[in-house]
């Protein structure tokens, strides 16, 4: 060190770090915050996003504090031509250390309790909500709106403003998957016999996507739902159509037609004749099947479902593996439910 005792200079040297890093902090806290976000449609996503611009802040202050630091020290403290001695001897600063402990336990604590404060916020239960199954198989989604007897639909329909309580499942035999819509910016998993739940206030018209947030398999990026915020009467009319579509009758004989126009007649006759390449559908629905592993289960929904979509996964005893593979690709939800509701009329 060149001029005055060595006490000073360092002074010196941390004024002028200091000025740096807080420069360098509010610049790079005013680029990350002008990044763009998805455009928001729910109120949770306001505090979501609030939370997140104050992480910022801290963000770009510890990339000032390390950057500023190393590259101050790396230009400033270079060994200059002519300079061979050793550099200074420190003992340790007790108050430096003080600080960098205490600093960064409270900003650490400080968010714990803002985050714990924001969660409670974000998933406080609301007035007059209205409740949406959610039901995640792999891979695809389904709706069921209890209050209103919809049952079954493929699209996330919504009125603008309504608060709601989303009742999320995975199927039984399924894998964890994960409802996502960005622009609510809340999410959750939902874990095969593990029912969870989620509340979303959306506040903005316009169509969404329902995201799968889970690696879940090979049509994880296909697991995708149409999401539509709508305002009241739009929604009414909505609710009316679906019942109408999805009505079990309806179901039933279009599941008919499917059974012929699919193939599935080929290997599975609706009659009771033994001796298909596949067992009859007559008498199906909630028969004990057995399966070659030697387990044992009942023909409900969800076996029915799987044995469409995944036939691999349980072989019924007595048969061989020769289901087409392609099901869950060729046919829509819609069109598998159809075929359920058809083998339930065959009693
Ligand atoms: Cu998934």
């Keep these: 060190m060149d001029q005055g005792t060595p006490k000073r200079s360092y002074r010196r040297h941390f004024i002028i770090v200091s000025l740096l890093v807080a420069v360098v902090a509010i610049i790079s806290t005013i680029g990350l915050r002008a990044m763009p976000k998805f455009p928001r449609a729910s109120t949770q996503a306001l505090t979501v996003d609030w939370l997140y611009d104050l992480h910022l802040v801290v963000i770009g202050f510890l990339f000032a504090l390390v950057m500023v630091f190393m590259l101050y020290s790396l230009f400033v403290f270079r060994r200059k031509p002519g300079e061979d001695g050793d550099g200074d001897h420190f003992e340790g600063n007790t108050k430096l250390e003080i600080v960098w402990t205490v600093l960064p336990l409270i900003i650490v604590l400080a968010f714990g309790v803002i985050g714990a404060v924001t969660l409670k916020d974000v998933t406080a239960a609301q007035e007059d909500e209205m409740t949406v199954n959610v039901t995640a198989f792999s891979f695809g989604w389904q709706f069921d709106y209890p209050d209103l007897g919809v049952e079954k639909a493929t ?84 609710v009316v159509e679906q019942k109408a579509a999805f009505s079990p009758e309806r179901l039933a004989a279009l599941g008919q037609e499917l059974h012929a126009s699919q193939g599935c007649i080929a290997c599975h006759n609706v009659t009771g004749d033994p001796g298909g390449v596949g067992p009859t559908w007559k ?57 359920i509701e058809y083998i339930k009329t065959l009693q």
């Design 155 to 238: 699209t996330l329909n919504l009125p603008v403003g309504q608060p709601v309580l989303f009742k999320l499942k995975s199927l039984d035999q399924d894998v964890i998957h994960s409802f996502y819509v960005v622009e609510f910016r809340v999410k959750q998993d939902l874990v095969p016999g593990v029912p969870t739940q989620l509340r979303v206030t959306p506040n903005v018209e316009g169509a969404y996507k329902v995201r799968c947030n889970e690696l879940c398999g090979t049509g994880h990026t296909n697991m995708l739902a149409d999401v539509n915020i709508v305002n009241q009467t739009d929604f009414d009319a909505w």
């Design 283 to 339: 008498g199906l629905y909630g028969a004990q099947r057995e399966f070659a592993d030697g387990s044992t289960g009942v023909a409900d929904e969800e076996y029915l479902r799987s044995s469409i979509l995944a036939s691999q996964e349980r072989i019924v005893a007595g048969y061989a593996a020769v289901m087409p593979q392609n099901y869950a690709d060729v046919l829509s939800d819609q069109q598998v439910q159809a075929i």
